[in-house]
């Protein structure tokens, strides 16, 4: 009899051991195949430098270009330039899927229309460390959002001179506040050197809503993201005691 008892829990065991092999076999079988079809889980070490896209003799940068999904309108496809020199910090803000990689030294355009392309900057000597064409929708009055609403413009927040001394270009330094239209035309900086955006929502399909921080002080921003003129910039008054 205890033999038997004995005998099951073995039985049970190796069923046991069996089962969560053949878990760990489908799981590993999935996940290679979703990389398969995935590319951009893959490793940052294991991505491909591309070389004609900058110039750079020496082999010093290490150019590669990664789709970061921050962008979405129809008509264009915006690919991030980033170089893989480890002079760069990464970049630190959330994404609508896994992002690896340094922050952008330039913005390649590219018309899915006629399937030309351009690039944002003429060079490489600023840092991007974050572009995008979604807000945050103001439901009251006007209950606008990006599906009721194309985005007609993209904001950005550009690098383009060291302000921390440090002697590098790198999320440590004070950005600028730029918007361009969805081709990238007409990049136009609003705000030199800003701390940190708190907010930025949609007023009507032609202004945005800033709320953000400059040297320790808050600011309300609005904006003609059509014309790109500044309608009105207020300091945030104090709380009185």
Request: hydrophobic share 35%; aromatic share 12%.
């Amino acid at each position: 009899m205890e033999e038997n008892k004995i005998f099951r829990w073995i039985w049970r065991i190796s069923n046991l051991a069996v089962l969560v092999a053949m878990i760990a076999f489908f799981y590993l079988f999935y996940i290679n195949e979703i990389k398969k079809k995935k590319p951009y889980l893959e490793e940052p070490s294991l991505r491909e430098v591309i070389t004609s896209v900058a110039e750079d003799p020496k082999g010093l940068e290490k150019w590669v270009l990664q789709d970061t999904y921050a962008v979405r309108v129809k008509e264009y496809t915006f690919l991030s330039l980033v170089s893989k020199n480890g002079e760069v910090q990464e970049m630190h803000y959330s994404a609508p899927r896994p992002y690896y990689g340094n922050s952008a030294k330039n913005i390649l355009v590219i018309n899915t229309k006629d399937n030309s392309s351009s690039w944002l900057f003429k060079g490489n000597n600023q840092l991007i460390l974050r572009y995008s064409s979604e807000v945050a929708p103001n439901r009251i009055p006007y209950q606008v959002s990006m599906k009721e609403t194309p985005p007609e413009f993209i904001y950005y927040q550009v690098v383009d001179h060291d302000t921390n001394g440090d002697k590098i270009l790198s999320q440590d330094d004070k950005p600028n506040f730029a918007i361009s239209d969805i081709s990238g035309k007409n990049y136009k900086e609003i705000i030199k050197e800003i701390d940190r955006i708190i907010t930025i929502k949609m007023i009507d399909s032609d202004t945005i809503l800033l709320v953000y921080q400059k040297e320790g002080k808050g600011y309300t921003m609005k904006l003609d993201i059509k014309h790109q003129k500044v309608l009105s910039d207020e300091v945030i008054p104090k709380v009185s005691k």
